[in-house]
């Protein structure tokens, strides 16, 4: 069976969706990673029987330190894919050149790439805002898209707008991954 390793840094529901959705099913999660060690996600993984492992940026004095370590980390769990879900770390070549890798972000790229993605879509005068799924490459939100949803966001409040968008990822997220996989 195919294995994975998921990075995160916050609530994790992506990942716990991912989890539910494919582990020990389609494929094996090996092990998850976190550069956040108060993220919430800490204990879903856990209660989902899930290895997770933090790897605290603030003990680094570089990015490609902390890439280092992270590659040295993943590297001999040999995974057939790097999921990137809620990862808010901009990476180097030191890891995006290690794995094959995919992300998730909130918008229709290439628009708002990069931090507040969410907000800066919302407050646009776009009517379609949205979710891609992306390979990972070294031009940061820059790789090819697996996947993208869009809606129209007419007269939605901010509270409307985020509750559309997790649950677009949610659904689009565990299908991205099928596809990379592929
Ligand atoms: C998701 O909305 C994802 O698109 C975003 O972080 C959130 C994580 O939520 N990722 C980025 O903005 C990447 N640039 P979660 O922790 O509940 O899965």
Do not use: C, W
């Not at 603030?58 to 879900?85: G, H, Q, T």
């Not at 979710?131 to 809606?151: A, C, K, R, W």
Request: hydrophobic share 40%; charged share 30%; net charge neutral.
């Amino acid at each position: 069976m195919k294995n994975i390793v998921i990075l995160f840094s916050g609530d994790g529901t992506n990942m716990e969706v991912l989890i539910k959705k494919l582990h020990k099913k389609e494929l094996l999660v090996s092990k998850v990673i976190t550069n956040n060690p108060h993220a919430k996600g800490i204990q879903k993984a856990k209660d989902l029987g899930i290895d997770v492992e933090v790897l605290d940026h603030k003990s680094f004095n570089s990015r490609e330190e902390y890439d280092k370590a992270l590659v040295n980390l993943i590297s001999p769990l040999k995974p057939d894919l790097v999921v990137l879900s809620g990862f808010m770390r901009i990476l180097t070549p030191i890891f995006t050149n290690a794995f094959k890798a995919i992300n998730i972000h909130p918008s229709l790229l290439p628009k708002y790439k990069g931090k507040d993605a969410l907000l800066k879509s919302y407050e646009s005068s776009d009517r379609f805002a949205g979710v891609t799924t992306h390979f990972v490459n070294d031009e940061l939100d820059g790789g090819e898209i697996i996947l993208q949803e869009s809606f129209d966001k007419s007269g939605m409040s901010f509270d409307e707008f985020k509750t559309k968008i997790k649950e677009i990822e949610h659904e689009i997220f565990y299908k991205s991954v099928l596809k990379a996989l592929n």
